[in-house]
T-cell receptor
Framework: SQTIHQWPATLVQPVGSPLSLECTVE??????LYWYRQAAGRGLQLLFY??????ISSEVPQNLSASRPQDRQFILSSKKLLLSDSGFYLC????????????FGQGTRLTVV | AQTVTQSQPEMSVQEAETVTLSCTYD???????LFWYKQPPSRQMILVIR??????QNATENRFSVNFQKAAKSFSLKISDSQLGDAAMYFC?????????FGAGTRLTVKP
């Protein structure tokens, strides 16, 4: 069966520090991968999605970036965090057919102080 | 830009009653998929129900059903016989060509 791992679960980082959140999927190949951010009490904002290695679509211009170095690995990064980067980050995957629902990781609660 | 709109930030229902959550979307595509997700306090995203746009028949999953109106671009969720465990944030979403978008969510409270 397929599983998705996202870590860390909780992170407190100072303003200006770098960020690296990692997400891996097991039990499938060539998945679509997504990063979403959820501000407190708000909806899910699509940040990045990827349909293959090295293929990243960015939805929101900001100081975040994403990379997909391996087929089932998706990394969210920042060189310098801002206070506004605080939120709940969710990684998700879906089969590459584009017709299935997404399966989500447990999420990372990021607090920038 | 393609969007998903949930016009009800909060809804409340009495236990055992029925509640309907609204969702509208905007797309020029004709082939897509629609979903309702539930997010309990644990924040784990759970799929409630899915609907293929090419199917006219409304999807049903036990106490959950949808009213899909393709021409009106409307996709509402009906929860029958509401239970305390149904209390959560509910998100409407669609996927078009691998791009999955979500609405702002509706917080559902179930009163005993």
């Amino acid at each position: 069966s397929q599983t998705i791992h996202q870590w860390p679960a909780t992170l407190v980082q100072p303003v200006g520090s770098p960020l690296s959140l990692e997400c891996t999927v097991e039990g499938t190949s060539n998945p679509n991968l997504y990063w979403y951010r959820q501000a407190a009490g708000r909806g899910l904002q699509l940040l990045f999605y990827s349909v293959g290695i090295g293929q990243i679509s960015s939805e929101v211009p900001q100081n975040l970036s994403a990379s997909r170095p391996q087929d089932r690995q998706f990394i969210l990064s920042s060189k310098k965090l801002l206070l506004s980067d605080s939120g709940f980050y969710l990684c998700a995957w879906s089969p590459g057919t584009g017709e299935s629902e997404a399966f989500f990781g447990q999420g990372t609660r990021l607090t920038v102080v | 830009a393609q969007t998903v709109t949930q016009s009800q930030p909060e809804m409340s229902v009495q236990e055992a009653e029925t509640v309907t959550l609204s969702c509208t979307y905007d797309t020029s595509e004709s082939d897509y998929y629609l979903f309702w997700y539930k997010q309990p306090p644990s924040r784990q995203m759970i799929l409630v129900i899915r609907q293929e746009a090419y199917k006219q028949q409304n999807a049903t999953e036990n106490r959950f059903s949808v009213n899909f109106q393709k021409a009106a671009k409307s996709f509402s969720l009906k929860i029958s016989d509401s239970q305390l465990g149904d209390a959560a944030m509910y998100f409407c979403a669609y996927t078009i060509n691998n791009d999955m978008r979500f609405g702002a969510g509706t917080r559902l409270t179930v009163k005993p």
